[in-house]
């Protein structure tokens, strides 16, 4: 198994809760062997998470996208290709599936499936704060990478899944 190199400081992502910095690397006695931890300060509400260091690539922690991946999720919003599905609990089950992965252009997927469903009918609540969360997680990210303000961005990624669910409903 890989253990990714982090150091104090780095910006990272810790997926289903978004922009983290490493703020402490302590060593720990867990048992009889020890343990280094990651100290991360999320971002969004300012708590704490301690993860293994050894429990870094199971829990999907990732440092920040590249400026090409962040194109590679326009891509992916303006991209016509829809995944749809006969009823919400395979869907919701996929999307939360995907969510969990981390990677920001499967959240981009989940956010305009829910994006594109919610043109055509009300959200359930679970749903709409699926689709919340899968924003706020591609606004914060892009605007760290980007260094733009989130206004700004917000504004970006809605105008690219506008156009993707626009072609789809013109076809």
């Known amino acids: 198994m890989e253990i990714k190199e982090f150091k104090i400081g780095d910006k990272v992502v810790y997926p ?14 867990m ?27 199971n829990v999907g922690l990732r440092r920040v996208v590249t400026k090409k991946e962040v194109e ?43 994006s594109h ?7 359930s609540y679970r749903e709409r704060r699926m689709l919340d969360k899968a924003k706020y997680l591609i606004v914060s990210e892009i605007a760290e990478v980007e260094r733009l303000p989130t206004d700004q961005v917000e504004a970006k990624i809605d105008r690219a899944v506008s156009r993707g669910i626009k072609q789809v409903r013109d076809r």
């Open 16 to 29: 289903n809760h978004g922009l983290g910095i490493i703020e402490q690397i302590e060593k720990r006695t």
């Open 72 to 114: 590679e999720v326009f891509d992916v919003l303006k991209d016509t290709k829809i995944t749809l599905y006969d009823d919400w609990k395979g869907r919701f089950q996929e999307n939360s599936d995907k969510m969990r992965t981390g990677s920001i252009t499967e959240v981009a997927r989940v956010f305009k499936s829910l």
């Open 31 to 57: 048992g009889d062997r020890m343990e280094e931890f990651l100290t991360l300060r999320i971002v969004a509400n300012d708590s704490t998470v301690m993860v293994p260091r050894s429990n870094t690539t």
């Open 117 to 123: 469903l919610a043109i055509q009918k009300n959200l």
